[in-house]
Structure formats: structure tokens, C-alpha cells
């Protein structure tokens, strides 16, 4: 039986036999015991299913994997200990050294130096682009070492939207991969998959686990992609450390995330214990409700700061206004997520004072949970960027990243309108 978004928020991943335990369970093992050494070596041999080592996979972590693949619509997904990690194997399990990829520039500064500072050491070249250029534009950057298209379902923190049906299509017409970063959006509010994207990413800090209690990423494979088609040999040759297996040949469709756990996460061993596991899929279970109060309340946040004289400018894609707001209706016609940015005007003096005089929202560094927050992004998530990236980034001086809690949206608009008055005097 199929179910909607909001049951498989609550009930997919774990479904308890006779007398079992309802909630999901924490198996807190490094290890699990076999009958005989012929299973264990099939599981060595990837010829049976199970569990070899915790270092791999777990049987709680699995549940909120399931939960998640079901959830964005894949054939399969693997849960990692942040999202930068999950940005990284899902680029290394297509790529070596000598090959490029191009991504959007307006995406999280961690994952611009993780892009362009790491990856270029490793022999990976990125080639950034920005909305604003031609598919011709796009299409020059190719060449026949690019392996894949990437950007954020919404940018953070410059909130632009991505057309991912046109960046599906460009990476399509060259036998590539679209990779999407869907933190912001989470499964609930879009699907990349629906429109076009081969493998999803996410932060599952932010608004996954909602409570800023464990951090975590994960990569979900749509299971679409033909990855036979001439360019990507170490999914369509023999994996020798395997003895031999070809992961097309012998997985299907989930030959990329098959290949992503069992040599990329044996080999970098960043699976979350099962108490991360556990703790997530107790935020993935309100995530449905979460989100809908999330975009409720930024809407009406930017409404306020929109019609305030001390505001020079604000960005939310759900605003008419937004140069993304027909982006918007297409790809989050249910919510454009909590996070508004917006600047005061007098610059960054007048954004710290504002920030400083906040009672309600806190100073973090950090986005996308249940509580009100607020940062200023050039000088500190983005402060390793140059003023030429920050730019590309679209990252101004002034911008004050808000991310909106599910709190009494009366009650956040009321110490916005404080913290203004203190501006001014």
C-alpha cells in the first residue's frame, strides 16, 4: 500500500514484527553474530544481505535510510556523519583524479571550500556558474572529463531556487548526472527526483533531525541514471577489492549507492552511530507538520520586513517580489522553507546592533531547527570566502541570514520590531 508524504514521515523505515518494539530500536553493536563462516564470507562477497560491521551499515541506521529513500523517492540511500560528507562520497563514487564538475556558486560556503580548496588537492576540478549564464554558457564548460551537474534545491544562504528540470536537461544532453542538495526543501515541501535529478543530498542537521541535536547528512540514489553510458568505468568495470564485482552488472539500479557504501563508506568509515540514527528519525517523524509551520511563518516574517522602512532589502523565494517567485510555484508550491535573508539599512553596523538586541532568536551558527536563529553569513559561516565568491555566492556585507522558527509567528515578528527600535536610537 502506498502512502502519502505525512504517513511515511511517521511510518516508513521500521515496521514491527509480533511482539516487537514499536519504536525503532537503538542497536548500539560494532559487530553481529553469524551461523556459519560460508554467510559471513557471502556477505564479504556482497552476495547476501546483512550486516558485516557497523562501520558499513546498522540495522537502525537502515530504518532512517529507508525512511528518507522512501521519502524523496529513490531506490536507495545511505546515511553518513554530516552533510559536507555526503557532498564528498557522492562526488568521489563518480569521479578521479583528472576529472571536473560544474556547480551552481550560490551554494553553502563549507560546501564551496569543500569544492574548490579539497577536491582541487585531490586532482577534482570544479567549474562554478551562476543562474544567470546560457545553457551555451553552461554547455562550454563541459568537456569530456565533467561527470556531473550540482546545486542546492534552494541556495544557502542567497535562497535562489534552482531550476532543476533546465540543469537536469544540460546535464542529460551530455550523459551526466544532476546532483541536488535538497536541505532546504527537505522531501516534504520538493522531489528533485520528480523533476529530473539522478542523486539527492542533504544536511540532515538542519531540518531532518529539526531539534539541533545530532549532526548527519545523507545521499539517496533516484536510480535513474544510465551510468553505461561510456562514462563512468568504475561503476561498469570490475571492482578488484570485490573480487571482480560490476556494480552495474550485478546491482541494477542501485548500482551508484551499492558502490557508495560498500568501498566508499568501508574505506572513509563515516556512518552514524545508531543513537544518531535514532535521534534523526525522531525528527524525520514531525517533519511533515514542521515544515508547513517553517513556511508559514517566513512568509509572513518577509510580509513584515518587506513593508519596514529600516529594511533595504528582503529575499524569500515565497515572495511575490522574489526574482525566483514564479521558481518558486514550480518546485515548492507547498512552502519555500524558513530561512528569509535581508538586509538593514546602515550596513554592518546596524546588522550586529539588530542582531544584538534579538531576545527571542539566538546568535548561532547554525540554520533549519525549531528555534528562531540568526547569523551573519560574510562574517561567519562565508568569511573563508574572497570577496569575488562571496559575490558569485550572492552574499553581500549586509545580509543577515534568518532562519524562522515554528515558534508564535506574532511573537517573532515582536522582537524583530524591538531589536529595530534599537537600531535606530
Given at each position: 500500500?502506498?502512502?502519502?508524504?505525512?504517513?511515511n514521515?511517521v511510518?516508513?523505515?521500521?515496521t514491527p514484527e509480533?511482539?516487537?518494539?514499536?519504536?525503532?530500536?537503538?542497536y548500539?553493536?560494532?559487530t553481529?553474530k553469524y551461523?556459519?563462516?560460508?554467510?559471513?564470507?557471502?556477505?564479504?562477497?556482497?552476495?547476501?544481505?546483512?550486516?558485516?560491521?557497523s562501520r558499513?551499515?546498522?540495522p537502525?541506521v537502515?530504518?532512517?535510510?529507508?525512511?528518507i529513500?522512501v521519502?524523496?523517492g529513490?531506490?536507495?540511500a545511505?546515511c553518513?556523519t554530516?552533510?559536507?560528507?555526503a557532498?564528498?562520497?557522492?562526488?568521489?563514487n563518480i569521479t578521479?583524479?583528472?576529472?571536473n564538475?560544474?556547480?551552481l556558486?550560490?551554494?553553502?560556503?563549507?560546501?564551496?571550500?569543500?569544492?574548490?580548496?579539497?577536491?582541487?588537492?585531490?586532482?577534482i576540478?570544479v567549474?562554478?556558474?551562476?543562474?544567470?549564464?546560457?545553457?551555451?554558457e553552461?554547455?562550454?564548460?563541459?568537456?569530456?572529463?565533467?561527470r556531473?551537474?550540482?546545486?542546492?534545491t534552494?541556495?544557502?544562504?542567497?535562497?535562489?531556487?534552482?531550476d532543476?528540470?533546465?540543469?537536469?536537461?544540460l546535464?542529460?544532453k551530455?550523459?551526466?548526472?544532476?546532483?541536488?542538495?535538497?536541505?532546504f526543501?527537505?522531501?516534504?515541501l520538493?522531489?528533485?527526483?520528480?523533476?529530473?535529478?539522478?542523486?539527492?543530498?542533504?544536511?540532515?542537521?538542519k531540518?531532518?533531525?529539526?531539534q539541533?541535536?545530532?549532526v548527519?547528512g545523507?545521499i539517496?540514489?533516484?536510480?535513474n541514471f544510465?551510468?553505461?553510458?561510456?562514462?563512468?568505468?568504475?561503476?561498469?568495470?570490475?571492482d578488484?577489492?570485490?573480487h571482480?564485482?560490476?556494480?552495474?552488472?550485478?546491482f541494477g539500479?542501485a548500482?551508484y549507492?551499492t558502490?557508495?557504501?560498500?568501498?566508499?563508506?568501508r574505506?572513509?568509515?563515516?556512518?552514524?552511530?545508531?543513537?544518531?540514527?535514532f535521534?534523526l528519525n525522531?525528527?524525520?517523524?514531525?517533519?511533515?507538520l514542521r515544515?508547513?509551520?517553517?513556511?508559514?511563518?517566513?512568509?509572513?516574517?518577509a510580509?513584515?520586513?518587506?513593508?519596514?522602512d529600516m529594511?533595504?532589502w528582503?529575499?524569500?523565494p515565497?515572495l511575490e517580489?522574489?526574482?525566483?517567485?514564479?521558481?518558486?510555484k514550480?518546485?515548492?508550491?507547498n512552502?519555500a522553507s524558513?530561512?528569509?535573508s535581508?538586509?538593514?539599512k546602515?550596513?554592518?553596523?546596524a546588522a550586529?546592533k539588530?542582531?544584538?538586541?534579538l531576545?527571542l532568536?539566538?546568535?548561532?551558527?547554525?540554520?533549519?531547527?525549531?528555534?528562531?536563529c540568526?547569523?551573519?553569513?560574510?562574517?561567519?559561516?562565508?568569511?573563508?570566502?574572497?570577496?569575488?565568491?562571496?559575490v558569485?555566492?550572492?552574499i553581500?556585507?549586509?545580509?543577515i541570514?534568518?532562519?524562522?522558527?515554528i515558534?508564535?509567528?506574532?511573537?517573532?515578528?515582536?522582537?524583530i520590531?524591538?531589536?529595530?527600535d534599537?537600531?535606530?536610537k
Amino acid at each position: 500500500m502506498a502512502f502519502k508524504k505525512e504517513t511515511n514521515c511517521v511510518q516508513a523505515g521500521y515496521t514491527p514484527e509480533n511482539g516487537e518494539p514499536r519504536v525503532l530500536p537503538i542497536y548500539q553493536s560494532t559487530t553481529y553474530k553469524y551461523d556459519s563462516s560460508e554467510h559471513l564470507g557471502k556477505l564479504f562477497d556482497l552476495e547476501a544481505p546483512g550486516h558485516m560491521y557497523s562501520r558499513i551499515s546498522n540495522p537502525t541506521v537502515s530504518s532512517v535510510e529507508e525512511k528518507i529513500n522512501v521519502l524523496e523517492g529513490g531506490v536507495g540511500a545511505l546515511c553518513t556523519t554530516s552533510g559536507q560528507a555526503a557532498n564528498l562520497l557522492a562526488i568521489l563514487n563518480i569521479t578521479s583524479t583528472g576529472d571536473n564538475f560544474v556547480s551552481l556558486s550560490s551554494i553553502y560556503g563549507g560546501t564551496i571550500n569543500l569544492f574548490a580548496v579539497t577536491l582541487k588537492r585531490l586532482g577534482i576540478e570544479v567549474r562554478f556558474i551562476t543562474p544567470e549564464m546560457t545553457d551555451e554558457e553552461v554547455e562550454g564548460l563541459f568537456d569530456d572529463r565533467t561527470r556531473l551537474v550540482f546545486g542546492e534545491t534552494i541556495a544557502n544562504p542567497a535562497l535562489d531556487v534552482l531550476d532543476i528540470e533546465k540543469y537536469a536537461k544540460l546535464a542529460h544532453k551530455h550523459n551526466i548526472p544532476l546532483v541536488v542538495d535538497n536541505t532546504f526543501a527537505t522531501p516534504v515541501l520538493c522531489t528533485p527526483i520528480s523533476f529530473g535529478a539522478d542523486i539527492v543530498v542533504h544536511s540532515t542537521t538542519k531540518y531532518m533531525d529539526g531539534q539541533a541535536t545530532v549532526v548527519g547528512g545523507v545521499i539517496v540514489d533516484s536510480g535513474n541514471f544510465d551510468w553505461t553510458c561510456g562514462k563512468f568505468p568504475e561503476l561498469c568495470e570490475p571492482d578488484e577489492s570485490y573480487h571482480g564485482v560490476v556494480y552495474t552488472r550485478d546491482f541494477g539500479k542501485a548500482a551508484y549507492i551499492t558502490k557508495a557504501r560498500v568501498q566508499l563508506m568501508r574505506d572513509f568509515g563515516v556512518l552514524p552511530p545508531a543513537i544518531s540514527a535514532f535521534l534523526l528519525n525522531a525528527g524525520l517523524t514531525t517533519l511533515h507538520l514542521r515544515m508547513e509551520r517553517h513556511s508559514e511563518n517566513a512568509l509572513k516574517v518577509a510580509k513584515y520586513l518587506e513593508a519596514n522602512d529600516m529594511i533595504s532589502w528582503v529575499n524569500y523565494p515565497g515572495l511575490e517580489s522574489s526574482k525566483d517567485y514564479e521558481l518558486c510555484k514550480k518546485y515548492l508550491p507547498n512552502g519555500a522553507s524558513g530561512v528569509i535573508s535581508f538586509g538593514i539599512k546602515g550596513g554592518r553596523e546596524a546588522a550586529t546592533k539588530f542582531m544584538d538586541s534579538l531576545k527571542l532568536a539566538a546568535i548561532v551558527v547554525h540554520v533549519a531547527d525549531a528555534r528562531t536563529c540568526v547569523l551573519h553569513p560574510a562574517s561567519t559561516t562565508h568569511r573563508q570566502l574572497t570577496d569575488e565568491q562571496l559575490v558569485a555566492a550572492g552574499i553581500s556585507a549586509d545580509l543577515i541570514r534568518m532562519s524562522i522558527g515554528i515558534e508564535n509567528v506574532d511573537d517573532i515578528i515582536e522582537d524583530i520590531k524591538q531589536a529595530l527600535d534599537k537600531v535606530q536610537k
